[in-house]
């Protein structure tokens, strides 16, 4: 083998050695190196049990067994439980949410108990996370059972005929407030709550036509402008909630992965804790400022479309730095989350709406008459005109056409003729109220 030859070989022999040696550096630097801790101290919140006194659930637990009730007077139950069984319902020994709301809708004293029960500034249900931060099963149905046994309350009956409870209605809307925005609230719960405040006002606005004190009605419009959940509410529950998500996906991964040197790089390489946690701190922040101002899209990156990819684009993913903490990323903001953002602006939008009805009706009740502007209600009649949650301007108002609207995702200005089309109807689109009272005066 002549000289240049050997020179030839042991020169590729280096490169190659090299080139090994560059790329197992690189490899390292990549696996072990990761951004520095970002602070993040803003979105740990400590999830603190719930005090048994304060909490939602066991109240409605204990109301059952405070009642005096027998099973006797419930025929409905004949052979669905022995007395026994009746018994350790009665003690909370045995849950049962559908016949806890048999018992105490049927009974007015256990209604009394929970009415003054949601009046506590300070009431919440039971609690979803740990002190570590680890979420907790929670049964959701005491949410709605409460909720149904309070709607039992709004309508009583006066000189033979059916009155609706304003103030009743009213508590209930608080109650879900301090609920909805609670420090152990998650999206769900929130949304809850939320639909059932938008529920009640609702109802309140399909018994305003017969609303006669201008009293009740300011108070509801103050209720309604000032006392139910806001966007900044749902900013605070979901910015705590998907920043515990991560925490808990980080714990587990890095206490089942396998603790080998050699696996530990690679699991440092696809999964970057300190990066993942500055992309989950700058997602929020992105969703924060869209929050602000009212923006209809949050910016959530989309899933990687995995059915359109070959065989070689799956693997040169799969290869990328911080797989993992992509993946946790995307399973954090879920396009879902979008639709639960454009639910929360609706409703909010619907009761702003609403809150500007009932100060009309006061207004109404004074003048006989609809003023000419919005405006004219402020103070008297409502602290201010309410923005609307769509575009951030006041609430619509159309007096000769009778209706006071939002604008809508679409941004809808300037005109109430839609409020009078054949078959219109709020939608998720446009919500309205029509102020039909010319009638009764």
């Not at 680890?134 to 909720?147: A, H, K, V």
């Not at 046994?149 to 103030?167: C, H, M, R, S």
């Amino acid at each position: 083998m002549n000289k240049t030859l050997l020179k030839i070989i042991i020169t590729i022999a280096c490169v190659i050695a090299l080139t090994v040696v560059a790329l197992g550096v690189t490899f390292y630097f990549l696996a072990v190196h990761d951004a520095p801790a970002p602070d993040d101290s803003a979105y740990k919140t400590t999830y603190d049990p719930v005090p048994p006194e304060t909490n939602a659930i066991v109240t409605l637990e204990k109301l059952v067994g405070m009642v005096k009730a027998k099973l006797e007077d419930y025929p409905e139950l004949n052979g669905y439980m022995s007395e026994e069984e009746w018994e350790d319902f009665l003690q909370g020994k045995r849950i049962d949410f559908e016949m806890q709301v048999l018992v105490v809708t049927r009974n007015q004293e256990a209604q009394t108990l929970l009415s003054e029960a949601m009046k506590k500034p300070n009431v919440q249900f039971k609690p979803l996370f740990a002190k570590d931060g680890t979420m907790q099963t929670n049964n959701i149905n005491g949410f709605f059972d409460i909720n149904k046994i309070i709607k039992t309350t709004w309508q009583n009956t006066k000189d033979g005929k059916v009155v609706f409870a304003w103030d009743e209605a009213l508590d209930n809307i608080r109650f879900m407030t301090r609920c909805g925005a609670a420090e152990n609230i998650i999206p769900p719960y929130f949304s809850f709550a939320l639909g059932d405040e938008t529920n009640a006002a609702n109802l309140l606005i399909k018994n305003i036509d017969n609303l006669e004190d201008r009293g009740v009605a300011i108070k509801t419009a103050a209720v309604l402008k000032d006392n139910t959940l806001t966007p900044d509410d749902f900013k605070r529950c979901y910015f705590r909630y998907k920043y515990a998500f991560f925490n808990g996906s980080l714990r587990m991964m890095v206490k089942e992965f396998p603790q080998e040197k050699r696996e530990t790089l690679f699991f440092q390489y696809i999964f970057k804790p300190n990066e993942t946690r500055q992309q989950v701190l700058d997602m929020l922040e992105t969703m924060g400022k869209a929050i602000d101002h009212r923006e209809q899209s949050l910016g959530i990156p989309p899933f990687p479309d995995f059915a359109r990819m070959n065989f070689v684009q799956k693997r040169a993913y799969g290869l990328k730095p911080n797989l993992v903490g992509r993946m946790v990323l995307m399973m954090c903001f879920s396009p879902d989350d979008d639709g639960d953002y454009h639910y929360m602006l609706n409703q909010c939008a619907r009761l702003h709406v609403i809150a500007c009805a009932f100060a009309l009706r006061a207004y109404w009740l004074d003048h006989g008459r609809l003023p000419d502007s919005l405006d004219e209600l402020a103070p008297e009649y409502i602290k201010a005109v309410p923005l609307d949650i769509y575009g951030g301007k006041p609430v619509q108002y159309d007096r000769e056409r009778g209706v006071v609207y939002s604008a809508g995702p679409k941004l809808v200005y300037g005109t109430g003729e839609f409020a009078r089309e054949p078959n219109a109807f709020p939608s998720r689109d446009r919500y309205f109220v029509l102020l039909d009272w010319s009638a009764q005066k």
